[in-house]
């Protein structure tokens, strides 16, 4: 009998699992039983969150150039004083599901030219390197429903140097590193404030907020700290002329005469209130109530762009005048607008010392003691029940410092959850209260004008709060396997929300990102699907239902649109690899040229067998799908023959005397040549790989009986079924990849002088540190290894995978080879640096899941391997985990985006899966 074994997929790592569809067990700890309360986004505890974005200028949203170029278009120059259309920005802020009030953070050192109210970084074309966040901050601590989070920020007490960066950034050219806030001598000494703003929810819709700032430089030093209220502009655009309002409430209209507030007022929303607390010294004395200081959420066309008048008196940068440039005029004496805030002002903090402000936002009107003893006490409640949470999903056995990494990358996934809307088709239009957009926004070719179905307003797991403040297709998919372990609902409904039909193109294309939603990402929706569906317990069929009948649609538009002549090789693009080829894989070729890939085919493969993993699931319950189940079992053959073969034209993607795959270029005379780059690309093979489930014998026999009819009538068709024999009986794998090349791909990638690093596999091997040249059609072109940053403006610049380790793929690449060892690669035993002798397939899994846990902990002086080269030395740098976007392919270093926790967050996932507790 052929027994089919359990699959690589880790079930849930916590003491328990979900016991109903959605919903979490509330006997668990008592955010679980919040979780139960409100699994859907609309509901009460999940109304309130940190949906305010980092960065709203600069993005495609926003946008309303000719020439597409949305850096230019909004600049972080007239932020400060130019209305939103799509959505806010601010320093540490929260706002409501809808993002129609926000709630954000202003500072002034005395020194800077404007308020500090948001992140500041270069853009594409000013960075050397592409896109840049010049700040410092981290997400420090969160829970699934934002009943308790922390966030802290890093701000010099000089004057910000924004023109020393961009000007220096300028200058340098690709070859050499960014140039940071550190470099520029600003945070010298450690003159800086550390200011942290916590969040502990008393209710849905009862927010406490304590704001600390504390002096680490050696020297007395002024701040002005100023919380932010405001609503979103949706008056503006001749759409909806109603108008919120807040008003400013302060002594004899409060019970409590210490005390400031603000009145927000919302035909939507509701009545809220925002009450501040007196500054006070450290024995809680009185020393001063903070100023309400109101204006409009509008812009400054008269200051931005020369207009006559402004559509209000007091427009958005009225505050910002105010404090910064003393003019009085600038906000409105009636304590009436759009927008607020409750200046403090701190004199001459000394070294070392800390001060704090208390504030609460509370629907409908204050409470009558917002502070007393009862304020504190939730956050201490909230604090506990974020350890108890977290004590219960990260493993018993987990050591303290993995246990910390785990629960700072879950808080930066939590806090990288951010409003997200976009109208396709109202943004190509144009509003009625604005001038019309140029008729090349609409043109054929135009940007995403072949996308005006889509149209969001929803929470969303972002990639990075700043550099990437907009999701993408295949780091959502990753993000979700990490938010399944703490809020699997979520991670459900963000999987659905991208296959729903106003997001996924009629044709099946999910989107990639909002650059360009036609470009094509990996597709891993599936994978992640199951993934989900396994660490909630299982407990959830209907999910995988709703999902699967979407992916449907999906893979056909695969098959349809990147398989051009029908040989099951696929044609994918760029796939999300930005520079990784010899030339750009997303441009067109030349006419009649196409690229026959090695990764396009391979994800397709891993495509296959996911389906069908969770085709055979559904199988399960209902016959129905047993048909589905036999089509991806098929097609996955059909590509596994193509692979193990030949390619569509008699050339391999395998080279047997290099013991690698490699895509092949075939031109309009159908002559074909493979291009020999031993990269990331030539080890995607190996994730095609799924160990059959041991009850699919016994309870599905149609399917069982396909197979055997399949190995009875058409042996040659079943290229990528494989049968082994184990002490337990016999087992059948599904592989791409047999075992003698699973056995010469791992020599490769086992080597210290490729793809092994300390810290993962790099994503093109170590042997190109002197380039690569290559006659490709008689064009010369150039491969080389690049550990750190691109040297080249290919994509941007701003990415690069010709060395770094990228950790999504090494997640994959060490759960797929796994499998292997599970399967008809059991009784292999490759050499390991480190190892005496040769050792399993899962040793060699568990070397590279710890190599890639390995960048965060703390090495013998306190530094992380994985933190930026920027960040300094000691616990005030150390202390907090940073997670970068990838990492230096030879000393760990994190690159890129200095806070994509988002795929990173993966490492959380490594720490709290057990792979032994894989259930089939």
């Known amino acids: 009998m052929i027994r089919w074994e359990t699959d690589q997929v880790p079930s849930s790592s916590g003491r328990h699992s979900a016991t109903e569809p959605g919903r979490e067990d509330p006997a668990r700890t008592a955010e679980h039983a919040r979780l139960a309360e409100s699994p859907a986004s609309s509901d009460p505890w999940r109304l309130w969150g940190p949906y305010l974005a980092g960065r709203q200028w600069g993005t495609v949203r926003e946008d309303y150039s000719a020439d597409g170029d949305a850096w230019s278009n909004f600049p972080f120059e007239q932020a400060h004083a130019r209305a939103y259309r799509w959505g806010e920005d601010g ?11 926000n709630f954000g953070l202003a500072l002034w050192n005395g020194q800077d030219d404007r308020l500090k109210e948001r992140l500041f970084g270069l853009t594409n074309p000013q960075g050397n390197h592409g896109e840049d966040v010049k700040e410092y901050w981290w997400a420090v601590d969160a829970t699934p429903t934002h009943s308790h989070a922390e966030w802290l920020y890093r701000y010099p007490q000089r004057a910000f140097p924004y023109r020393d960066l961009v000007a220096e950034n300028a200058r340098r050219g690709r070859d050499q590193p960014e140039y940071e806030l550190a470099d520029t001598g600003v945070l010298a000494e450690n003159r800086f404030f550390d200011v942290s703003i916590r969040y502990a929810k008393a209710g849905p819709e009862d927010i406490c907020i304590r704001i600390t700032v504390t002096n680490h430089g050696p020297d007395a030093a002024d701040l002005h700290l100023l919380p932010q209220l405001w609503f979103r502009n949706t ?112 004199c001459q903090i000394a070294p070392g010392a800390s001060e704090s402000v ?37 493993p018993t056995d987990t050591s303290a410092v993995d246990a910390d990494i785990a629960r700072r990358a879950f808080a930066g996934l939590l806090w990288g959850k951010q409003l997200y809307r976009y109208s396709v088709t109202d943004w190509l239009a144009g509003d009625p209260g604005q001038p019309a957009p140029p008729a090349a926004r609409t043109a054929r070719g135009a940007r995403n004008v072949e996308w005006p179905h889509l149209d969001l307003a929803d929470v969303l797991s ?69 993934q989900v569906y396994c660490i909630d317990g299982r407990a959830d069929p209907e999910f995988l239902m709703r999902v699967f009948t979407k992916l449907l649609l999906n893979f056909s538009w695969w098959v349809n649109r990147k398989d051009a002549d029908g040989s099951n090789l696929f044609e994918g693009g760029f796939l999300g690899m930005d520079n990784i080829g010899l030339f750009d894989r997303s441009a067109p070729l030349p006419s009649g040229y196409r690229l026959e890939q090695s990764d396009a085919t391979s994800w397709m493969a891993f495509y296959c067998l996911s389906m069908l993993r969770i085709a055979l699931e559904l199988a399960r319950m209902d016959s129905v799908w047993d048909d589905c189940a036999t089509k991806f079992l098929e097609h996955f053959c059909s590509i596994a023959q193509a692979v193990s073969t030949f390619g569509s034209h008699g050339i391999s993607l395998w080279d047997e005397p290099d013991g690698f795959f490699y895509d092949v270029l075939v031109g309009p005379d159908e002559s074909c040549e493979r291009l020999p780059v031993r990269s990331m690309v030539g080890l995607l093979p190996l994730l095609a790989v799924a160990l059959a489930p041991d009850w699919v014998a016994n309870e599905l026999p149609d399917f069982t009986a396909r ?84 040297d080249s403006g290919l994509f941007g610049g701003n990415s690069n995978w010709r060395g770094p380790v990228w950790f999504p793929v090494n997640v994959l690449l060490a759960d797929a080879i796994r499998t292997h060892g599970r399967g008809a690669g059991a009784e292999l035993r490759v050499p390991i640096p480190g190892s005496a002798g040769s050792v399993s397939l899962t040793e060699v899994a568990d070397t590279l ?18 933190s930026p080269r920027d960040l300094g030395d000691g616990p005030l740098w150390q202390g907090p985990v940073t997670f970068s976007e990838y990492f230096n392919g030879d000393t760990g270093a994190g690159l890129g985006a200095s806070h994509q926790t988002g795929w990173t967050a993966l490492v959380a996932h490594l720490i709290c899966a057990r792979p032994d507790d894989a259930a089939g």
């Open 462 to 530: 972002m990639p990075d709060e700043w550099e990437y403040p907009w999701f993408a297709s295949w780091d959502l998919a990753f993000h979700c396997v990490t938010l399944a372990h703490i809020d699997p609902a979520f991670a459900k409904d963000q999987l659905v929300l991208l296959c729903r039909e106003w997001t996924m193109h009629p044709n099946g294309q999910l989107p990639a990102y909002e650059w360009a939603f036609g470009d094509v990402n990996p597709p891993v929706h599936a994978w992640a699907a199951w």
């Open 91 to 101: 320093l540490g802020g929260i706002c409501d599901r809808y993002g129609f009030l």
């Open 849 to 866: 899941h710890d190599r890639l846990i390995a960048l965060f902990r703390p090495d013998a002086a306190g530094r992380r391997p994985g």
């Open 358 to 394: 208390s504030l609460r936002l509370q629907a409908g009107p204050p409470p009558d003691r917002p502070f007393g003893a009862g304020f504190n006490a939730v956050f201490a409640d909230r604090a506990s029940e974020a350890d108890h949470f977290y004590a219960d999903v990260v």
């Open 707 to 790: 197979i055997r009819w399949l190995q009875k009538r058409r042996p040659q068709a079943l290229q990528g079924l494989m049968q082994s024999h184990g002490a337990d009986g016999e087992h059948l794998t599904l592989s791409l990849v047999d075992p003698p090349r699973v056995n010469r791909l791992l020599v490769r990638a086992l080597d210290e002088a490729e793809f092994l690093s300390p810290y993962g596999l790099r994503s093109l091997s170590a042997a190109y540190r002197t380039p690569f040249n290559v006659d490709v059609e008689g064009h010369q072109t150039s491969i080389g290894y690049l550990p750190a940053e691109s």
């Open 235 to 346: 008056w503006a655009w001749g759409r909806d002329e109603r108008r919120p309002v807040l008003r400013r409430r302060e002594g004899g209209e409060l019970v409590e005469p210490d005390l400031v507030a603000v009145e927000a007022d919302h035909e939507f929303l509701g009545s809220y209130t925002l009450v501040g607390d007196a500054q006070r010294g450290h024995s809680g004395a009185l020393v001063r109530l903070p100023q309400v200081l109101v204006c409009d959420n509008d812009t400054d066309a008269v200051a931005l762009f020369g207009a006559q008048q402004n559509p209000s008196q007091y427009p958005k940068d009225g505050i910002n005048r105010l404090v910064v440039e003393g003019d009085s005029a600038a906000v409105n004496p009636a304590g009436t607008g759009t927008k607020a805030a409750l200046w403090y002002q701190f």
